[in-house]
């Protein structure tokens, strides 16, 4: 089992900037990848961005330079920093765990998503 807290939500102003955080616990030892992920109302979950354990990040195009994503592997904390933020950022903001899982109809295994954190808004006004 992986827990998941972020914080480091608020409302801020378009332009301003924020910095979300979570700290991860529990069996880590098969991570492959965190990420965060965001919802707005009335649309799917997207991933804003990923970092594998040797620091590789990927980002969506919505979101590329302005945001950066860093983690502490020694304390099993993770980043986001959100600058330039834009009204169309606003949504609740998640941390997520992807593990290597055991697939049997490939006999082998695939780093998945399996744990989320319970969210963090954040709202960006004009």
């Known amino acids: 089992q992986v827990q998941l807290v972020e914080s480091g939500g608020g409302t801020v102003r378009a332009g301003d900037s924020l910095q979300l955080s979570c700290a991860a616990s529990g069996d880590f030892v098969y991570r492959c990848e965190m990420g965060w992920y965001r919802q707005a109302p009335g649309l799917g979950r997207e991933l804003v961005s990923s970092?594998?354990?040797?620091?590789?990040?990927n980002y969506a195009d919505s979101v590329k330079g302005r945001f950066t994503i860093s983690q502490d592997n020694a304390k099993n904390t993770f980043f986001l920093q959100m600058n330039s933020l834009k009204t169309e950022d606003t949504a609740a903001y998640y941390c997520?765990?992807?593990?290597?899982?055991?697939?049997?109809?490939?006999?082998?295994?695939?780093?998945?998503?399996?744990?989320w954190g319970q969210g963090t808004q954040v709202t960006v006004s004009s």
């Open positions: 970092i594998t354990q040797n620091g590789l990040a």
């Open positions: 997520a765990a992807a593990l290597y899982t055991y697939r049997p109809e490939t006999r082998g295994y695939s780093c998945q998503y399996r744990y």
